[in-house]
């Protein structure tokens, strides 16, 4: 199985769709037994086989949400 950091933490986890092409799931890690881990990322939550994961690691926090580009001030 994969090393994956405790619960809570930002992992990114490469894994194989049905399709045969590697995909990455990034966020937080939600859970991970024998057969399945579990990221809240972007895409919502993700269930993943331990079967597909060809790679897993814990990355640092992203980046602070960038300021809306608004048309306030202008006109």
Known sequence: MVRLPEPGRRVVVRYLLPSGQATDALGELLGADAETVVVDGKRGIER???ADIIAAKEVPPGP????????SGSG
């Open 48 to 50: 993943i086989a331990v």
């Open 64 to 71: 602070p949400p960038r300021a809306r580009r608004g048309s």
